[in-house]
């Protein structure tokens, strides 16, 4: 399957559970102070999930720009230097407002996966929220219970507040979670070494890749939890990773995501991309990942400056600048030579790229 199908079976599964396609918020964020960039798809539900706002929609499915460069979900020193982890990402989430919870957003994520991904069954693993004393926090028994008559004991593990409490920032719509790992090393590896052991720990085959989080506090500023008054469903699958896993390799920059930008920066510079960890392996996987945050960014709305959240684009570019003149010996600008590639690959699911081809590249 193309990057493009997955995505498009995630949708259609979501859509024929009575969930509403919508589009994605842009990944700059001008009404929300408690951030500067879309972090999550969550963000542009959050009034929803504190109540302040009606939801038009119980149910909601959608890819959502994401950019992590900043604040609490920082993840921009690995960007580049791993396989997995990236600046902009997609993240394919389902949501309830109010209406479904645990049960139904677990085994749909387990039929998903297992039924129409294929994922087979004893590759995958599922964290449980263990509690929290200091916030009062009891273990997720709700959660724990539907896991358990789909997976054997020891594929599933519990996790302490970092992993599987998650919250939006400082404060905001907060909740226990769920997190599905999947083990993508080969027979010997995971005879030699049993999955369950390598969950969380920075495996580079042993990866998350979708979150269930179960809404049910807000966090207030100072510190305390405050039930919200209903509960509700926030889901995050990481796209780049979910499409490694389907086609069968072993970094997302292997995929049809980023091969043609790193196809085409090989073009441009003559070198050839090894997918291994040199620096100028590096400042291939650096370019095709700022490359799309830089240009989604900008189309969104948000120009290089020299504050706030303009300055951390700034930033991004600079850094993929210093990477393909360092490391690829291009001394020519490079970056924008790739926005048309990026544009097509992009025109059916985020337009805006195609229809702002020019001001972006200039
Ligand atoms: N809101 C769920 C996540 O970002 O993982």
Not at 190 to 196: D, E, I, L, S, T
Not at 225 to 237: C, I, K, R, W, Y
Not at 277 to 303: E, N, W
Request: charged share 25%.
């Amino acid at each position: 399957m193309t990057a493009t199908e997955i995505r498009n079976k995630f949708l259609r599964f979501f859509e024929e559970k009575g969930h509403q396609i919508v589009a994605s918020a842009p990944i700059v964020l001008k009404d929300d102070p408690t951030l500067l960039f879309t972090n999550a798809g969550m963000n542009q539900f959050k009034d929803y999930f504190l109540g302040n706002k009606q939801a038009n929609y119980k149910r909601v499915v959608d890819t959502q720009k994401c950019l992590r460069v900043s604040g609490k979900h920082n993840d921009l020193e690995e960007v580049g230097v791993d396989t997995y982890h990236h600046t902009m990402f997609e993240m394919l989430g389902n949501w309830s407002f109010g209406d479904y919870f645990k049960e139904e957003a677990i085994t749909w994520s387990w039929e998903l996966l297992t039924e129409v991904y294929g994922i087979p069954k004893d590759r995958l693993y599922a964290s449980v929220f263990e509690g929290d004393e200091k916030d009062n926090l009891p273990p997720s028994t709700v959660a724990l219970k539907i896991w358990k008559t789909l997976l054997p004991d020891n594929h599933i593990v519990f996790g302490n507040k970092k992993d599987n409490f998650w919250e939006m920032g400082d404060t905001g719509p907060c909740g226990p979670c769920s997190e599905i790992h999947v083990d993508c090393r080969s027979d010997e590896e995971r005879a030699a070494v049993p999955g369950h052991l390598l969950v969380n720990k920075d495996h580079p085959q042993v990866i998350e890749i979708w979150n269930n989080v179960f809404m049910q506090y807000n966090r207030l500023k100072d510190g305390s939890l405050q039930p919200l008054a209903s509960t509700h469903v926030d889901t995050g699958m990481g796209l780049e990773r979910l499409v490694r896993v389907l086609q069968g390799k072993s970094s997302n920059y292997d995929t049809d995501i980023f091969m043609g930008s790193i196809e085409e920066t090989e073009k441009i510079s003559g070198q050839k991309y090894t997918a291994g960890d040199s620096k100028k392996d590096v400042a291939f996987r650096v370019i095709a990942d700022h490359i799309r945050a830089i240009s989604f960014t900008i189309a969104d709305g948000q120009l290089p400056s020299n504050t706030g959240a303009g300055y951390v684009i700034r930033r991004i570019l600079r850094r993929a600048v210093r990477y393909y003149y360092s490391y690829l010996e291009v001394k020519e600008p490079l970056l924008h030579l790739l926005i048309p590639g990026l544009a097509k690959q992009f025109s059916d699911v985020f337009p805006e790229l195609q229809a702002q081809l020019s001001f972006v590249s200039k």
